[in-house]
């Protein structure tokens, strides 16, 4: 439709010319000169004043201006929406949009708008698909499910991991990816559906088995998800099981420690950080109306922003709350030792996600702490041969082999988890 009536003819041919000038103009000239051209041909015109939108919004001088951000998102999102439902593009660009104005809204703690924003992403996913534009009915849905994580409805994000799950196999994929994967196998067993959560993870590792024969995954991966695993039966009463997963996850330390990865990777860290972090899931606050918690199971890369920085603003507060116990625990060993070596694993896992955040360079910033869970819980099971301590001080010496294993120090990861198997089984 033509409305040039509508507009100022100047304007109109001063923003053509600028686009068809022999220089590129900037992302701000382009978004002035979309916004005009826009109004006159809207079939033409409001991708590009989207797309121009959304590089204005992560553009480095609004870096530290929030307020800016939103607006500039809010208004792609908007322009986003009045796209042509013919437009090929529409659905990925009004999902992207609303992605990045749904990002800037939890960042500013606005949680209730932002949960509409990933509803309307999730609905515009099913019209897209429904219209031919994306090839899954549940394209944009996965912000919804890991929001609906971090606000505590995990039968509801287990249920949506479960249909992302089910629609990736329809479209003939046998092998659905691990993120996946991984986050419904948690939703599952936050839910309470401990025995499918198993099945759900036992497939992930097969999965895994068959991609490192084939050399197209890492025996540390493989690794730590046979770790988890053991954790997970453990968990259910399922020692023999358990101890069989060790085994496993023993035999690929040892093969590592001889002779290291079959073929060489990139940065893996997120493998061993996710799974990390969900094994610390137990001891962490469980969500509430008005007080979300971080959704583990889910890449550290895929939290909400609030949460995300709520999660790291605490490492000084348990930095704190660790070395007060720490002091008392010198005192009072049989007293507050057992709290301690539980909240120095808080602060352990909450540290290597923190570095993995920022660096893939983990082993000297990271090994002291590692080193001192293990030995508060060599000293809490020196002191108490119970049960639960000699449980801790396993744990301890997984964390740190795993750890080790993360930073390629094969040798040392394979006598720590030597160890654990002596004592766990």
């Known amino acids: 439709m033509d409305h040039t009536d509508k507009v100022d003819q100047d304007a109109v041919l001063r923003a053509r010319t600028m686009l068809l000038g022999t220089g590129r103009p900037g992302v701000r000239q382009q978004v002035e000169a979309y916004r005009v051209l826009s109004a006159v041909s809207p079939l033409t015109y409001l991708p590009k004043l989207t797309q121009a939108l959304l590089s204005h919004g992560y553009a480095s001088e609004v870096r530290d201006r929030p307020e800016v951000r939103l607006a500039r998102h809010a208004e792609a999102a908007a322009t986003a929406r009045r796209i042509d439902s013919g437009e090929p593009q529409r659905t990925e660009l009004l999902v992207r949009a609303l992605s990045a104005y749904r990002y800037e809204l939890y960042a500013a703690g606005r949680r209730a708008e932002g949960f509409v924003i990933c509803e309307e992403m999730a609905e515009a996913g099913r019209w897209g698909f429904a219209h031919g534009q ?10 919804l499910a890991t929001v609906l994580a971090e606000d505590g409805n995990h039968q509801g994000a287990a249920e949506l991991c479960g249909q992302l799950v089910q629609a990736a196999r329809s ?8 993120w996946t994967m991984v986050a419904w196998a948690a939703e599952l067993d936050a839910a309470g559906c401990h025995d499918t959560a198993l099945t759900a993870f036992a497939n992930i590792v097969d999965v895994s088995r068959a991609e490192v024969d084939e050399g197209n995954s890492a025996l540390a991966i493989l690794t730590w998800q046979l770790v988890r695993q053991a954790g997970m039966l453990d968990a259910a ?11 496993d996850a023993l035999a690929r330390l040892s093969e590592l420690d001889r002779t290291g990865e079959r073929k060489s990777w990139s940065n893996i860290l997120s493998w061993w950080t996710t799974l990390y972090a969900l094994s610390g899931r137990p001891t962490e606050p469980v969500a509430l109306p008005g007080a979300p918690t971080p959704a583990f199971g ?4 895929d939290w ?3 949460i995300k920085r709520e999660y790291f603003d605490s490492l000084p507060i348990l930095e704190e709350q660790v070395a007060g116990l720490r002091e008392t625990a010198r005192t009072d060993p049989r007293e507050h030792l057992p709290a301690l070596v539980a909240l120095h694993r808080r602060l352990t896992i909450r540290s290597a996600l923190h570095r993995e955040n920022r660096s893939y360079r983990i082993l000297k910033p990271l090994r002291p702490i590692f080193d001192e869970n293990v030995t508060l819980a060599r000293r809490l099971a020196d002191m108490a041969a119970t049960e639960q301590s000699r449980e801790a001080l396993g744990q301890a010496l997984t964390d740190r082999s795993m750890f080790l294993l993360a930073a ?3 040798g040392e990861a394979y006598d720590d988890y030597r160890e654990v ?4 089984g």
Do not use: I, K, M, T
Request: hydrophobic share 35%.
């Open 421 to 424: 198997v002596d004592l766990l």
């Open 298 to 301: 889910f890449p550290l890369h």
């Open 134 to 143: 994306v090839p899954s009915p549940l394209y944009g849905h996965w912000q």
């Open 237 to 247: 009463g399922r020692r023999v099981e358990a101890g069989r997963a060790r085994q």
């Open 408 to 410: 390629h120090q094969y």
């Open 171 to 178: 479209e003939g994929s046998a092998q659905v990816d691990f």
């Open 304 to 306: 909400s922003p609030d």
